[in-house]
């Protein structure tokens, strides 16, 4: 067997929701970059354009596509469009970053709509077409957030925790029929998402001193564990959340003891 070949995605069709911006856009991207012809989605079409267009100048094939991941239609006749759908990776997130007693209603219900409900409609259309072809991997970003949580990350986090369990429930459901769900969970990246908090200082650096490696993560820091779960590479995983943090979730505390 030729090992390199793992993790090549010549021929392949992938699908990046979110490959407007931030993480989504540096996956896209990585992908193409090892052969996958990938379909660009995001709510922004201009943005996805510009990601479709990037790929596009490195001599691969990208499309663009306007998609608003809660809609579930658009979302279904998307994928149908697509001449083949072997991976299928979703990122689009948002945050509400408030206490629970804080938290309004509307708040509640934007957060877990896009976060959660979207990740539904996402899984259940990709895993539909991909169970009909027998074959195909989903990956769809969680976060640490499913595993260890912080005041004001409440709502956000129960999101995260739940795409995770509704990955693991369809490798479960569809690993008979040769489809594999993963989820990957970064820890702090520098993504508009995180914006807000990049603008205080004393945030940041704290959170920069909690991982082992002492930094936040780039958005291109996650394609590699991304290419690897979209490939072969990772042809026996499924069910797994694979964690791309720094070592955020090795390290007990921000405080090294004198020892």
Avoid at 139 to 162: H, M, N
Avoid at 236 to 245: C, E
Wanted: aromatic fraction near 6%; proline fraction near 5%; hydrophobic fraction near 50%.
């Amino acid at each position: 067997m030729d090992y390199r070949s793992l993790f090549d995605l010549n021929g392949r069709q992938a699908l990046v929701i979110g490959a407007g911006s931030g993480i989504g856009a540096a996956i896209a991207e990585g992908l193409a970059d090892v052969g996958a012809d990938v379909a660009c989605a995001d709510l922004d079409a201009d943005a996805a354009a510009a990601t479709a267009a990037t790929i596009a100048a490195k001599g691969a094939r990208a499309s663009a596509h306007a998609l608003d991941v809660t809609d579930e239609a658009a979302v279904e006749s998307l994928i149908a469009s697509l001449p083949r759908l072997d991976a299928c990776v979703a990122t689009p997130s948002v945050n509400a970053r408030k206490p629970l007693l804080d938290t309004s209603i509307a708040e509640f219900d934007r957060v877990v709509r896009l976060n959660l409900l979207g990740s539904f409609v996402v899984l259940r259309a990709a895993g539909r077409r991909m169970a009909d072809a027998g074959k195909g991997s989903i990956v769809l970003l969680s976060s640490i957030r499913a595993q260890v949580v912080e005041p004001g990350q409440g709502v956000y986090a129960a999101t995260k925790a739940g795409t995770l369990q509704m990955v693991r429930a369809l490798a479960a459901e569809l690993g008979p029929k040769g489809v594999r769900a993963n989820a990957l969970a970064p820890g702090v990246v520098e993504t508009p998402l995180t914006a807000p908090i990049k603008a205080h200082p004393d945030w940041y650096r704290a959170y920069a001193a909690k991982s082992a490696l002492g930094r936040w993560a780039q958005p291109s820091e996650l394609v590699g564990p991304a290419i690897y779960l979209a490939s072969d590479a990772s042809s026996f995983v499924t069910g797994t959340l694979t964690v791309v943090d720094g070592g955020w979730t090795a390290v007990d505390g921000r405080f090294t003891p004198p020892l």
